[in-house]
C-alpha cells in the first residue's frame, strides 16, 4: 500500500496545458475510484469547455514549429519517451491496476504492448516519404508528398489506459501534429502520469496537452466546433462514435473511430482443442473480457463443442478472482457497478431463453464490482449477447455444423473488429481470409494485438486503423504538386 501511495503522490493530479500543470478553471476536481474497493485514489481537475478551448490554443501555437522540428528530432523525442515509460513499468503497471481494475501482470504487459507504439513511431517519423515522377501524358512532373494534418483532439477509453493513449498520441507527434488528449474520467491517472513522462521526455510546450474531465461531452463539442481543429481520433463505444462523426461532419474533420465489437471464435472440429481452448482464454479473459477485441461469440463446431466446453471450463475455474495487485488474480472486478449490471443483464437473458450455466453466472458480493467468470452452453438464437457487446467475463457457447454455417453465424453482426478460427486445415484458412468480415484475424490465436500491425474495424466496428505502416497516415494528408514540362 505504501508503494501505491508513493506512486499516487508522483502523478501530476492538474490539466496539461502548453506545457504547464495548472488547475481547472473552475477549481473543480473529480474522484478517481479503485474499482476493487470502491476507494478514492486521487482527485484531478475537472476541465471545463474554456480549459479544453485553452489546450486547444496551445495546440494550434505550437503546430507550425512541431511541423517544422526535424523527423529526427521528433523521433529521438519519441525514443525517450519509450524509456522512460519501460523504465517507470512498474509504476505504471500499478497505476493501470488500481484505477482500472486488470491484473498486476497484465498491466505489466499493457506498459509493454503501449511503450512499442512511441518506439515504432519513433522509427516511422523518419520514413514519412512520397512519389515523384513523370504524368502519364509526359507534360509534367508529379510531386506527392504528406504534411501533418494539424492539431488533433484524441478521446481514449478506460480499459487500456497507456496503450490506447500511445497509440494515439505517438503517431500523431511522429508526423508532426500537435494533440489535445481528453482521457476517459474513470482512468485519468496513468494518462497524466504519461504525460509527465513526455515532459521529462522532452515534447516541447503545448505539443502534448491534456485535458481530464467529467463533461466529455461538453468539452469535446467545443474542440470539434472550433476550425482550428484538423482531426479526431476516438477509441470507445459505437454510440459516441456516431454523436462525434456527426459533429466531425460539421466541421469537415479527418477521423479515426475505432468502436465496438463483437468478435465470434471458431473452432473447428480440425483444431488442435488444446491450443482452441488456451486462445479462448487469452481471446475471453485477458483485461476481465473488458476488451473492444474480446471474444464474444463462441461458435465450435457440433463434434468438438462438449470437449471444448468442458476443457474451457475447468480453466476458468481455476482463474484467480480479487484486486489486481494480489498474487494469483487473473480476474480483476468490472470497471463500475453499471458493467456488473449489464453483465448480469445478460446472462439472465441468455439463460431465460434457455442457455446453461456451467460455471459462474453472477456478481459477486462485497466491495468492489466482481463478476465471476462465466460459461455459458446453449445460447439460443436471439439472445442479446450474440448481438451486444458484453464486456465482462463471460463466455457463451453455440454449436454449428459446417463451415459455412460458420461463417454466416460469424458474420452476422453490425460490428467487424476482429475475429478468431482455430483449424488445422491451412486451405480452409485461407479461405477465412476473405470470408470473415472483420479488420482483423487471429488465425490459431487468441491475441492480434501488435504496435506493427495496422488495428481497426469494418462495419460498425469504426474507420482508418492504429498502428503498423498504416498507423501514421492516419496523422498526414496528401498534397500533390504538378510541374509542367519545360
Ligand atoms: P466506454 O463504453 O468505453 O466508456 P465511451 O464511448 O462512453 O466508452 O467512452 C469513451 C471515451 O469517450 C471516454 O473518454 C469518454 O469520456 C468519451 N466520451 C463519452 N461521451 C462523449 C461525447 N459525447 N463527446 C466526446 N467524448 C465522449
Known amino acids: 500500500a505504501s508503494r501505491e501511495q508513493q506512486i499516487l503522490t508522483s502523478v501530476p493530479t492538474d490539466l496539461l496545458i502548453n506545457g504547464v500543470w495548472r488547475p481547472a478553471q473552475s477549481g473543480s476536481t473529480f474522484a478517481v475510484i479503485d474499482p476493487a474497493t470502491g476507494d478514492e485514489l486521487a482527485q484531478v481537475a475537472d476541465g471545463t469547455p474554456a480549459d479544453g478551448i485553452a489546450a486547444l490554443d496551445a495546440a494550434d501555437a505550437a503546430a507550425a514549429d512541431w511541423a517544422a522540428t526535424a523527423p529526427r528530432k521528433r523521433g529521438e523525442i ?91 498520441i505517438a503517431p500523431a507527434l511522429a508526423a508532426g501534429c500537435t494533440v489535445v488528449l481528453k482521457p476517459a474520467e474513470l482512468t485519468p ?43 479526431v481520433s476516438f477509441t470507445g463505444s459505437t454510440p459516441v462514435g456516431k454523436v462525434l462523426l456527426k459533429q466531425a461532419a460539421d466541421n469537415v474533420l479527418r477521423t479515426s473511430m475505432e468502436l465496438g465489437g463483437n468478435a465470434p471464435f471458431l473452432v473447428f472440429d480440425d483444431a488442435d482443442i488444446e491450443a482452441a481452448v488456451a486462445g479462448a482464454m487469452l481471446a475471453k479473459f485477458r483485461n476481465i473480457g473488458e476488451a473492444c477485441t474480446a471474444a464474444n461469440r463462441f461458435f465450435v463446431h457440433a463434434s468438438v463443442a462438449n470437449e471444448f466446453a468442458s476443457r474451457l471450463t475447468a480453466k476458468v475455474r481455476e482463474l484467480g478472482v480479487g484486486r489486481g495487485t ?13 458493467a456488473v449490471e449489464k453483465n448480469a443483464e445478460l446472462v439472465d437473458d441468455a439463460t431465460s431463453r434457455g442457455a446453461t450455466i456451467v460455471t459462474g453466472g453472477s456478481a459477486i458480493d462485497g466491495p468492489g464490482t466482481f463478476f465471476a467468470p462465466t460459461v455459458l452452453t446453449g445460447i439460443q438464437p436471439g439472445t442479446r449477447l450474440l448481438r451486444e457487446e458484453i464486456f465482462g467475463p463471460v463466455a ?42 472483420s479488420g482483423m484475424l487471429g488465425l490459431n490465436t487468441g491475441v492480434v494485438s501488435n504496435a506493427a500491425a495496422p488495428f481497426g474495424g469494418v462495419k460498425s466496428s469504426g474507420l482508418g486503423r492504429e498502428g503498423g505502416l498504416e498507423g501514421i497516415h492516419e496523422y498526414l494528408d496528401t498534397t500533390y504538386t504538378l510541374i509542367p514540362a519545360s
Not at 189 to 197: D, E, K, N, R
Not at 329 to 335: D, E, K, Q, T
Not at 414 to 437: I, N, W
Open 396 to 437: 457463451a457457447i453455440t454449436t454449428f455444423e459446417t463451415e459455412d454455417e460458420g461463417v454466416r453465424l460469424a458474420n452476422d453482426t453490425e460490428f467487424g473488429l476482429v475475429s478468431y478460427a482455430f483449424t488445422r486445415d491451412l486451405a480452409r484458412g485461407h479461405r477465412l481470409v476473405d470470408s470473415l468480415r
Open 326 to 338: 494480489d498474487d494469483g488474480v487473473s480476474i480483476g472486478p468490472l470497471i463500475n457497478a453499471a
Open 78 to 168: 519519441l525514443r525517450r519517451a519509450f524509456d522512460l515509460a519501460i523504465e517507470h513499468q512498474e509504476d505504471l503497471a500499478v497505476l493501470m491496476t488500481i484505477e482500472m481494475g486488470k491484473s498486476l501482470p497484465e498491466a505489466r504487459g499493457e506498459v509493454t504492448y503501449g511503450a512499442e507504439f512511441l518506439r515504432w513511431f519513433s522509427e516511422e517519423a523518419v520514413r514519412i516519404s512520397g512519389r515523384y515522377g513523370r504524368n502519364p501524358e509526359g507534360t509534367g512532373t508529379a510531386i506527392v508528398s504528406h504534411r501533418p494534418v494539424g492539431p488533433c483532439l484524441l478521446i481514449t477509453p478506460w480499459n487500456f489506459p497507456l496503450a490506447m493513449a500511445t497509440r494515439k
Open 189 to 231: 491517472l496513468t494518462s497524466l502520469f504519461l504525460g509527465s513522462l513526455l515532459l521529462e521526455a522532452g515534447v516541447p510546450d503545448g505539443v502534448v496537452n491534456i485535458v481530464t474531465t467529467t463533461d466529455s461531452s461538453g468539452v469535446g463539442s467545443a474542440l470539434m466546433a472550433d476550425p482550428r481543429l484538423r482531426k
